[in-house]
Nanobody, 120 residues
């Protein structure tokens, strides 16, 4: 029933911006977020949002550069990424769960991911 579809990834240069979007279908969740995974690394929490209130929280590595938001009418969650760095290169995944949080186990549903590559 539940499907999460990411879009907006691409190849950019350091300092550029990208906006990722996640379209959710099937139901509404109280917690949604973005994770990323680079080759050879663990999946890393990036940002989360409480669906009903819009309150947000971020990993220290992206705070002040990334902004997560939700659009209730469109049932989408977005990640605005500014001042991108080569170390931001990863596959970015949209996630949804009943509780939310900063660890993968707290999310039940996942999108297929979208590649973000930042060149120097």
């Amino acid at each position: 029933q539940v499907q999460l579809v990411e879009s907006g990834g691409g190849l950019v240069q350091a300092g550029d911006s990208l906006r990722l979007s996640c379209a959710a279908s099937g139901r509404t969740f109280s917690g949604m977020g973005w994770f990323r995974q680079a080759p050879g690394k663990e999946r890393e929490f990036v940002a989360g949002v409480r669906w009903l209130t819009g309150s947000t929280y971020y990993a220290d590595s992206v705070k002040d550069r990334f902004t997560i938001s939700r659009d209730n009418a469109k049932n989408t969650v977005s990640l605005q990424m500014n001042s991108l760095k080569p170390e931001d290169t990863a596959v970015y995944y949209c996630a949804a769960g009943k509780m939310g949080g900063t660890t993968s186990v707290e999310y039940k549903y996942w999108g297929q991911g979208t590649q973000v590559t930042v060149s120097s």
